[in-house]
């Protein structure tokens, strides 16, 4: 199978040119630069494709006879640049040139931002309402992928991950954190207390398995429209505090604010996901992996 992947030099994206290249994929990086792909820049059967997303020419022609479109790009910037209105822009021309190159299949890797604000239980089929302008920005990308569908008979699947934890795809590759994670990792390197507000956490996703279910969409016969990655029980972030002191042999107090006002953890539903993989999924050692990681880059400076 032929896969055009999008946004391939990024932390998400070097994973999944991992995963695809690695079962037999014949993989095409879309990418600006080529000295991010690591060892994938001149592998066999890999090609790279130097553009710039903007440039409509050099992406429709680089999307000819290829079966796949992966999209994990994401063109955004400082406030008030208004990249994402460009982020948008490219995500409509990209699926609206996939589909007129005879691209089967789009896989477009959106967000659960697109869900907030998030409510007690929650699923794909959960009427979208984003809160921010990254939440919009995805939101609207997935609109654009269902219009491009419906013009050109595609098939579009959306993955909607939420915070990404897990090693680079090796070393010396593209990495990204939640900014809270760091924060927490940042305090215990140092000796600081962390502090968390009681009850609150999220459902986290490995990296590794955001590239598994991308690589298996890619095949799979009648797939859902949307699929939310995430492991199946969420993470309380006094539960990853005290992962992140244990990890690093840490003096730091954790310290658990606002215990009067505890409410449940919001939580995705995660059945699909789950039956595509065979199986519930966890993020705890993704989640160690991260961490670890955070303390390395925070020694080096």
């Not at 400082?78 to 299949?105: C, I, Q």
């Not at 009681?198 to 859902?224: F, K």
């Not at 606002?258 to 059945?271: G, K, M, S």
């Amino acid at each position: 199978m032929r896969v055009l992947l999008t946004g391939a030099s990024g932390y998400v994206g070097l994973h999944l040119a991992r995963e695809l290249y690695d079962h037999g994929d014949e993989l095409t990086a879309l990418v600006r630069s080529a000295e991010k792909l690591g060892p994938y820049a001149h592998a066999p059967g890999a090609s790279v494709v130097l553009a710039d997303l903007e440039d409509e020419a050099r992406v429709a022609s680089a999307l000819e006879d290829h079966d796949v479109c992966v999209h994990a790009a994401l063109l955004w910037g400082e406030p008030g640049t208004e990249l994402e209105m460009r982020d948008t822009a490219v995500a409509a021309k990209l699926f609206d040139a996939a589909g007129r190159a005879g691209v089967s299949r789009c896989i477009y890797v959106s967000s659960v931002a697109v869900h907030r604000p998030f409510s007690r239980e929650m699923s794909e089929d959960d009427r979208v309402g984003a809160t921010d302008l990254y939440g919009a920005t995805k939101a609207a990308g997935e609109l654009v992928l269902r219009a491009a569908c419906a013009e050109h008979g595609m098939t579009g699947i959306v993955v909607r991950p939420g915070p990404v934890v897990g090693a680079p795809a090796f070393p010396g590759a593209s990495f990204r954190s939640d900014h809270r994670l760091e924060a927490m990792v940042g305090a215990g390197v140092e000796g600081r207390a962390i502090e968390v507000s009681d009850g609150e956490g999220r459902q986290l996703s490995d990296v590794a398995m955001v590239a598994r279910v991308v690589r298996r969409l890619a095949r799979v016969d009648d797939p859902h429209p949307t699929y939310l990655c995430l492991e199946r029980e969420p993470h309380t972030w006094e539960a990853i505090a005290r992962t992140v002191v244990a990890e690093l042999g840490s003096g730091s107090e954790v310290r658990v604010l606002d215990r009067e006002a505890r409410e449940p953890i919001p939580r995705f539903r995660t059945d699909r996901v789950d039956s595509l993989l065979g199986g519930p999924c966890d993020a705890d050692a993704a989640l160690i992996e991260h961490v670890r990681h955070l303390a390395y880059l925070h020694d080096r400076g």
